[in-house]
C-alpha cells in the first residue's frame, strides 16, 4: 500500500511540476544569453519580451510563469497571453530582485509602451518608463507630436497589476479601460507621467478608470500615485451622447494620491474624480467606493493656507450625469479650496472622513438620497458650506437645513492637526516591505513604532522617499525599541516636491533568507500532502 501511495504520489509530483512551465526572457542585447524570436523560452536558449507576450495558451497557459532577467527592454510591448484555465493565471514577473525596465522611448507608431490584450495574466515587480531626455510638450512641426501612455490595458478581464513602478511616461500613466472587469491593481508606484499640449495645457492622469462589467469589480488598492501633470485617478468618461454605461463597479481602497498637477506648472487639480460628461442621462457613474484614501495637496497648515484651487475629491461633473451609489468612507481630504467638490450626486455615502478645505462646494443636496456623518470639517471661514451660487451656510444651518451630519464636527483651521503616522501598509505581495505616511504640519522628523509588526531585532532596514526612490534617504539596524525615526525635511525649496509637513516612504527590513525558505519549503508540501488526500 505505501509503495502503491508513494508511487501516486511521484506521479502526480511529476504531473505539477510539468504543469507550471517557467519560461525565460532577456533583453535582445544581453551579452550572454541575448533574447530572440527563434528561442525556445529556456534559460540556455531565452525569447526575447515580445515573443514572450505573444505565446498562444497551448504554449503559455495559466500556472505558466514567465520571467524577465534583468535589464533595459527598449521598445513598444504589446501582450495578447490569455489563460484558458478558469482561476489560473500566468505571471509575467521579474526575476528574483532583477531590476527590468521597460523603455518606452523609441521610435514607434504604438501609443503606448505596454498594451495588454490579456485575460488572467498577472503582471508584475518591474518598471515602466522613457528613459532618456525628452521634451513633455507637443510639437507638431516637431519630434515629439503625440503622447505616449505607459500601460494600456483594452481588452481581457481578470488581470492583475502588482508591484509596478510607472513613471516619466509622456501621457497618461495606466488606463485601465471599460472591457477589463475584475481587474485588481495593488501595490504600484505610479508618478510623474504626462506632459503639457502645443498650448500649454497640461494632460497625461495617473489613472484613468472605467468598467462596464455588472458583475467584476475593478479595484485599484494599496497604490502611490502622485505628481502626475493632470489628474491623479479619473474614474470617467468624456463621451456625451453614450447610449450604454461602462463607468461602474470601482473601488478605491487604501491608496495615496497627492499633489496631481504640480509638476506641470500649469494649475493643481483633483486628486480623484468620479464623474461623467454624458448628455443622455445614461452612462452615470455608479457602485463607487473611495475607502480609506489619503490625498493631499501642498498646504501650509502653520499658515492656515487655503488660497489658491487645489481639489483632492469631485463627484460629478455634467447636470445630466449625477453619480449614484458613491460611498466615500473614512478618507483623508488634504487641499486648499474646492478640496471637496460635489457638483452632481443623485446618491452618495460621506461617512468618517477628516477634510481640509477653503470651502465645501455642493450642488442640491439631497438629504432623502445623501448620508452624511461623523465627518470632520476644517475649514477657514464658518459660512463654508455653499450650496452652488444660491447660498453659504454655517456648520449648524447647514445641518437644520439639510438633516445631514448630525454627528459630524466643524473646526477652524487653527486647529487643525493629525497623527503623525497616518498608515503602515504591509505589502502582501512583497514580504517585509511597508508603504509609512507620515505627517507633521511642523516639518518635525517622526517616530515610528513597529513593535505589534514582529519585526526581528537586528534586523537591517532602508528607507526611501518615494519621491528620491533610487536613493536609500535611511539605512539602519532594528534595535530594542523597534522605533525608526523618520526624516521629514526634505524639501529645500524644489517646486515639484512636497512639503516637509507630508511624506511617503517604503521600509524594507532584510531578514533570515534560510528561515524564509524554510517556511516556504514547508508550506509547498503541507498544499501536496493535503492535494494527496492526507
Not at 346 to 371: C, M
Not at 431 to 438: A, I, Q
Amino acid at each position: 500500500m505505501k509503495k502503491t501511495l508513494l508511487s501516486i504520489a511521484l506521479t502526480l509530483a511529476a504531473v505539477i511540476v510539468f504543469a507550471q512551465q517557467e519560461f525565460h526572457v532577456f533583453p535582445e542585447n544581453h551579452p550572454e544569453t541575448p533574447g530572440t524570436k527563434s528561442g525556445n523560452g529556456s534559460l540556455e536558449n531565452p525569447w526575447d519580451l515580445q515573443t514572450a507576450l505573444s505565446q498562444k495558451p497551448k504554449i503559455v497557459n495559466g500556472n505558466d510563469t514567465i520571467w524577465l532577467h534583468e535589464g533595459i527592454y527598449n521598445g513598444r510591448f504589446s501582450s495578447t497571453l490569455n489563460s484558458t484555465i478558469e482561476n489560473e493565471y500566468i505571471t509575467v514577473s521579474a526575476y528574483e530582485n532583477d531590476k527590468v525596465v521597460l523603455n518606452g522611448n523609441v521610435d514607434s507608431t504604438e501609443d503606448q509602451t505596454l498594451k495588454v490584450r490579456s485575460s488572467r495574466v498577472i503582471f508584475q515587480n518591474f518598471e515602466i518608463t522613457w528613459l532618456g531626455d525628452f521634451t513633455r510638450q507637443i510639437n507638431k512641426d516637431g519630434d515629439f507630436k503625440k503622447f505616449v501612455v505607459g500601460i494600456n490595458h483594452l481588452s481581457g478581464t481578470n488581470c492583475k497589476f502588482i508591484n509596478l513602478m510607472i513613471h516619466n511616461n509622456p501621457g497618461l500613466g495606466f488606463g485601465s479601460w471599460k472591457n477589463t472587469g475584475g481587474t485588481l491593481i495593488a501595490n504600484c508606484i505610479v508618478y510623474n507621467n504626462g506632459g503639457l499640449t502645443a498650448e500649454g495645457k497640461s494632460i497625461g492622469e495617473g489613472f484613468y478608470v472605467q468598467n462596464n462589467s455588472d458583475t467584476e469589480t475593478r479595484i485599484l488598492r494599496d497604490n502611490i500615485i502622485f505628481n502626475n501633470y493632470y489628474k491623479g485617478v479619473e474614474v470617467w468618461s468624456a463621451a456625451k451622447h453614450a447610449d450604454t454605461d461602462w463607468v461602474k463597479n470601482i473601488t478605491l481602497e487604501n491608496n495615496v494620491i497627492f499633489n496631481s498637477g504640480l509638476p506641470s506648472h500649469y494649475r493643481t487639480v483633483d486628486n480623484i474624480i468620479v464623474a461623467t460628461d454624458d448628455r443622455n442621462g445614461v452612462n452615470i457613474a455608479k457602485n463607487i467606493t473611495i475607502r480609506n484614501n489619503i490625498l493631499y495637496h501642498n498646504t501650509n497648515f502653520k499658515k492656515d493656507e487655503i488660497n489658491g484651487d487645489a481639489a483632492s475629491l469631485t463627484l460629478g461633473f455634467h447636470k445630466g450625469a449625477p453619480v449614484e451609489n458613491v460611498v466615500v468612507d473614512n478618507n483623508i481630504i488634504i487641499g486648499r479650496n474646492n478640496a471637496l467638490r460635489i457638483l452632481y450626486a443623485k446618491s452618495l455615502t460621506l461617512t468618517r472622513n477628516k477634510v481640509y478645505t477653503g470651502y465645501i462646494h455642493l450642488v442640491n443636496p439631497d438629504a432623502l438620497k445623501w448620508n452624511f456623518n461623523d465627518n470632520i470639517y476644517y475649514t477657514k471661514k464658518s459660512k463654508a458650506f455653499r450650496n452652488g451660487s444660491i447660498k453659504s451656510y454655517d456648520f449648524e444651518n447647514w445641518k437644520l437645513n439639510f438633516n445631514l451630519d448630525a454627528n459630524s464636527h466643524w473646526k477652524h483651521i487653527k486647529t487643525f492637526d493629525l497623527n503623525n503616522v497616518l498608515d503602515i501598509t504591509e505589502n502582501v505581495n512583497k514580504p517585509n516591505e511597508f508603504r509609512v505616511v507620515l505627517f507633521n504640519k511642523d516639518g518635525a522628523d517622526v517616530k515610528v513604532d513597529f513593535s505589534k509588526y514582529n519585526i526581528a531585532q537586528a534586523a537591517n532596514y532602508t528607507i526611501r522617499d518615494v519621491e528620491n526612490f533610487k536613493q536609500i534617504l535611511k539605512a539602519g539596524v532594528m534595535d530594542e525599541t523597534s522605533q525608526i525615526i523618520f526624516p521629514m525635511n526634505l524639501n529645500q525649496g524644489q517646486a515639484n516636491k512636497t512639503l516637509n509637513n507630508f511624506g511617503v516612504f517604503i521600509l524594507e527590513f532584510k531578514e533570515n533568507t534560510v528561515a524564509e525558505i524554510s517556511a516556504k519549503d514547508k508550506g509547498f508540501f503541507r498544499r501536496f500532502f493535503r492535494f494527496l488526500g492526507f
